[in-house]
């Protein structure tokens, strides 16, 4: 069968993550970053046939830097690209699957965009050079909330006036959903079970992490919110804190909302705990070297980790099993191990010769024998934004 060439796009505000990917292929004919956009530093870089390179492309924004990366993609598949996906963070309540971008779809994804300010608006800027740059080419958007349209109304709405939900959509939407489907649905291939008769608790673990209640291959519950920072410590986020911080910082400090914003957004999390970074590795490390402050930062997100895992159990009728996924879920033993250590009461516990070697790529079961299952399954969210877009293509 020959090659089905999708560019699957990531847009930050000053970032594009790219990657080509033929379905029938394990591994990526060209991915890389743009990153720096609209500064004397933007640089592309670009990995083809396990060789690396860098382009400076100094000023470029997301038009002329996807100029640049095409090039490379148009060179890597010969001029036989099918069809771009592009990752869009917020769908809000308007989708519920992936869809083929047109002047209706585009215009709802600038419409929800207050309620993802950072993501949305950068997603459109991917978009729109895209359309202008190949307009005859079929492009879809694939949504992180849309695997979470799913949940039931007793789990996404907020215990606050109905009237903030019915006119200005707020309530739970979650997010990380095409990790969370893709990884639910390959623990069930892997262990043979039907995806429509399984049920999974799922740990999506990064810089963003949240958790996950899938049952017969659909989300019914999710640790994120109206927006990303609701739910789990992660790594400059601080997860769930009390709402009236907000008010007691305004009086006790006269913080703005700015200010508050900023601080919970991006110094806080795992950061903020142990006063040194955000990167989990560097914790790991500076633990075992006695540091106070990683020790407490990974305790505190182990245990948090581990409450939200246990409140999804709530809307599971039977658990398959635990995954663990995204870069601290595949590459941590030790976040793992600390994690499952509180979750006895649902039979779980980990064989620990088997934890420690999954990571680096490695993946399976991690269980010990005759407890419920615990997986490190990688993630490819990529991999699947190329399949719902050729879903839609086809």
């Not at 919970?264 to 540091?291: K, P, V, Y």
Request: with cysteine; net charge negative.
């Amino acid at each position: 069968m020959p090659a089905r060439n999708i560019l699957v796009i990531n847009c930050g505000s000053s970032s594009i993550k790219f990657a080509l990917v033929d379905p029938d292929q394990q591994q990526f004919a060209i991915s890389g970053l743009a990153e720096r956009l609209g500064s004397a530093d933007a640089a592309l870089h670009w990995q083809r046939d396990g060789v690396k390179h860098t382009q400076a492309i100094p000023g470029d924004d997301h038009r002329a830097a996807l100029v640049h990366l095409l090039q490379q993609v148009q060179e890597a598949t010969g001029g036989q690209l099918h069809g771009i996906g592009h990752r869009v963070v917020h769908g809000g309540e308007h989708f519920t699957s992936a869809q083929r971008l047109d002047d209706e779809v585009i215009a709802a994804i600038r419409a929800v965009a207050p309620l993802a300010p950072l993501h949305n608006p950068a997603g459109l800027l991917g978009i729109e050079a895209a359309l202008a740059l190949y307009p005859q080419l079929p492009q879809v958007a694939v949504f992180d909330t849309a695997f979470h349209q799913s949940l039931p109304e007793h789990a996404f709405r907020y215990a606050v006036p109905e009237q903030l939900y019915r006119d200005h959509g707020v309530r739970r939407y979650g997010f990380h959903g095409t990790s969370h489907r893709f990884v639910s649905a390959r623990a069930a291939e892997l262990t043979g079970l039907p995806a429509d008769d399984s049920a999974w608790l799922v740990a999506h673990l990064g810089n963003g992490c949240s958790t996950c209640a899938v049952v017969n291959g659909q989300s019914r519950d999710t640790s994120m919110g109206l927006t990303p920072l609701e739910g789990l410590v992660m790594g400059t986020r601080s997860g769930d804190v009390d709402p009236n911080l907000h008010s007691h910082l305004s009086r006790t400090l006269g913080w703005s909302l700015e200010q508050i914003d900023r601080m919970l957004n991006h110094d806080s999390g795992l950061l903020g705990l142990s006063g040194l970074s955000n990167d989990m590795r560097s914790l790991e490390q500076a633990r075992d070297e006695g540091h106070a402050g990683a020790t407490l930062a990974i305790e505190v997100f182990c245990y948090r980790l581990a409450k939200s895992l246990a409140a999804m159990s709530c809307a599971l009728q039977r658990l398959d099993g635990l995954i663990f996924t995204g870069g601290i879920g595949e590459n941590s033993p030790l976040i793992r191990s600390k994690t499952v250590a509180h979750l006895g009461l649902l039979g779980l516990k980990l064989d620990d010769t088997a934890n420690d070697r999954c990571l680096r790529g490695v993946s399976g079961p991690i269980n010990a024998q005759n407890h419920t299952r615990v997986l490190v399954v990688p993630t490819n969210e990529e991999r699947q934004i190329a399949l719902d877009t050729l879903a839609l293509l086809d």
